[in-house]
């Protein structure tokens, strides 16, 4: 079985400082792991991947996120936060193992203030 | 790349009708589509997962015979909501992918339905 728990469901920070969005999840298999961005009234949007290669792993728009096995966490960065960064993300777990399922984490609202 | 369609976008029907809603991978084949269900300011809740030419697995709780989903093509697969009411009035999402498990999944912009 998996889950994934997004630890805090609204974040603000302001514009320029570091954003963190944590997120720790559990797998019974060696998981993928995922981050997607909501902007209101648009589809999600893949923001980076985890698939067994490197821990550190970069995505766009300046995020990146480090998978640590030790802590079974995948937290979500960024040095500098920008207001078009204000939207819902998402932590999504997966198994490799095919009869596990895709669980979406309950989703993080980041606030950016000017 | 990497496009996922869905139409409508939004639609409004009266109690004890049924609505289907497309959604299409643009420029690329899609071997897997799923489809969510997203109630306000919720996570995504995964219904049902279709591979093109076969049945759809559906998840616990979710009743196939209400939610008829067909994966015709591999770049087309609908649900199709049937004798809609109120309490079916959600955010539907689509999303796609292809090749091994792992691999992304590419997200339409959703169906807003309403029931009146």
């Known amino acids: 079985a998996q889950s994934v728990t997004q630890l805090d469901s609204h974040v603000s920070v302001s514009e320029g400082t570091p954003v963190l969005l944590r997120c720790n999840y559990s797998s019974s298999y060696s998981p993928s792991l995922f981050w997607y961005v909501q902007h209101p009234n648009k589809g999600l949007q893949l923001l980076l991947k985890?698939?067994?290669?490197?821990?550190l792993v970069k995505g766009i728009n300046g995020f990146e996120a480090e998978f640590k096995k030790s802590e079974t966490s995948f937290h979500l960065t960024k040095p500098s936060a920008h207001m078009s960064d204000a939207a819902e993300y998402f932590c999504v777990v997966r198994a490799t193992n095919r009869d596990d399922k895709i669980i979406f984490g309950k989703g993080t609202r980041l606030h950016i203030l000017p | 790349g990497a496009v996922v369609s869905q139409h409508p976008s939004r639609v409004i029907c009266k109690s004890g009708t049924s609505v289907k809603i497309e959604c299409r991978s643009l420029d690329f084949q899609a071997t897997t589509m799923f489809w969510y269900r997203q109630f306000p300011k919720q996570s995504l809740m995964l219904m049902a997962t279709?591979?093109?030419?076969?049945?759809?697995?559906?998840e616990q709780g979710v009743e196939k015979d209400k939610f008829l989903i067909n994966h015709a093509s591999l770049t087309l697969s609908t649900l199709t909501v049937t004798s809609a009411h109120p309490e079916d009035s959600s955010f539907y999402i689509c999303?796609?992918?292809?090749?091994?498990?792992?691999?992304?999944?590419?997200f339409g912009p959703g169906t807003r339905l309403t029931v009146l």
């Open positions: 985890y698939t067994s290669a490197a821990t």
């Open positions: 999303s796609a992918s292809w090749g091994q498990l792992t691999d992304t999944q590419y």
């Open positions: 279709s591979n093109e030419g076969s049945k759809a697995t559906y």
